[in-house]
């Protein structure tokens, strides 16, 4: 005995055979039935569509937080960094002035 598939069957095109060469008028239950099943296919690629957007948007959410954790990184890099310099140049200015003094120079003492 074949099962039948409902979802399979929803899919195939349905309509009403054509008597003697005239088309034949739809009743409105064939009408209302048509309409469901045109919205049953919108309503599957509507989730279809949503699902890939949202593994999308926790993808790029992902991303996102990597990236914002390396950007916090690299500012304490880059504040340690001008820290060091600001500590270098001032004993570099205070090294010439000692330099200068030995040399006796008293512009810079």
Known sequence: MAIKDYR?????????????????QLNI????LGAIL???DATEKMCVDRV???SD???YKTIANNR????????????????????MKEALRIANIEIQR???DPTNA
Do not use: C, H, P, T
């Not at 239950?29 to 209302?32: A, K, P, R, T």
């Not at 950007?71 to 960094?81: A, D, G, N, T």
């Open 102 to 104: 030995l040399k006796g």
């Open 38 to 40: 045109r919205i049953a």
């Open 68 to 87: 914002q954790s390396e950007i916090e990184s690299l500012r304490r890099s880059k504040s340690s960094y001008i820290g060091k310099f600001r500590q």
């Open 52 to 54: 890939k957007l949202e």
């Open 8 to 24: 399979d069957e929803s899919r195939k095109r349905w309509g009403q055979d054509d008597q003697d060469g005239r088309s034949g």
């Open 57 to 59: 948007l926790l993808f």
């Open 29 to 32: 239950d064939q009408i209302q």
